[in-house]
T-cell receptor
């Protein structure tokens, strides 16, 4: 596609429910990032993939958060046993090059997760 | 970790005014991004720069590496420029991500 696509656009989950958020990066983009953006705040890094390899997951807030990119294209961010503090916009971004290249980032429109 | 500070946090101006948004950071960087986020969450990359100045249409971004400071300017501002503008930096020799974001500047341009 022309840009980074995220789905669903909105997700409402009951506390304790598992959710899966999908990111379709721009075709051919090597790097894929997940960010969490709380209301009124800037995005916070969650995890980074270079192709299928998850090179950095230091930003994942707990072991309830899990991300994968098995074939080096589509990525899924899974949150198990959701809590109210997980409510945020989850942003996916991709870039053409690896981390050293400082390639421009292309963001998706995000998934707004509300945990009730 | 780099501390990224933006100012002002909120800015309301009249159409046509010259706008300046500032970003300062605490640790040396390899690149700085200016991003625009409209209501609804979508983020658009405006500039990526590591030195000097870049211009695109009515937008100008400058960076002073020695002073660890960047500015985003909007000339002849228009209501459609209303958005949150976010500064993000990539640290020199940073890890796989290395991006630290500011909290954003909420800009409203009134007609």
């Amino acid at each position: 596609g022309a840009g980074v696509s995220q789905s669903p656009r909105y997700k409402v989950a009951k506390r304790g429910q598992d959710v899966a958020l999908r990111c379709d990066p721009i075709s051919g983009h090597v790097s894929l990032f997940w960010y969490q953006q709380a209301l009124g705040q800037g995005p916070e890094f969650l995890t980074y993939f270079q192709n299928e390899a998850q090179l950095d997951k230091s930003g994942l807030p707990s072991d309830r958060f899990f991300a994968e990119r098995p074939e080096g294209s589509v990525s899924t961010l899974k949150i198990q046993r959701t809590q109210q503090e997980d409510s945020a916009v989850y942003l996916c971004a991709s870039s053409l090059g690896g981390p050293v290249g400082n390639s421009p980032l292309h963001f998706g429109n995000g998934t707004r997760l509300t945990v009730t | 970790k780099n501390e990224v500070e933006q100012s002002p946090q909120n800015l309301t101006a009249q159409e046509g005014e010259f706008i300046t948004i500032n970003c300062s950071y605490s640790v040396g960087i390899s690149a700085l991004h200016w991003l625009q986020q409209h209501p609804g969450g979508g983020i658009v990359s405006l500039f990526m720069l590591s030195s000097g100045k870049k211009k695109h249409g009515r937008l100008i971004a400058t960076i002073n590496i020695q002073e660890k400071h960047s500015s985003l300017h909007i000339t002849a501002s228009h209501p459609r420029d209303s958005a949150v503008y976010i500064c993000a930096v990539r640290e020199s020799g940073g890890g796989a991500d290395g991006l630290t974001f500011g909290k954003g500047t909420h800009l409203i341009i009134q007609p």
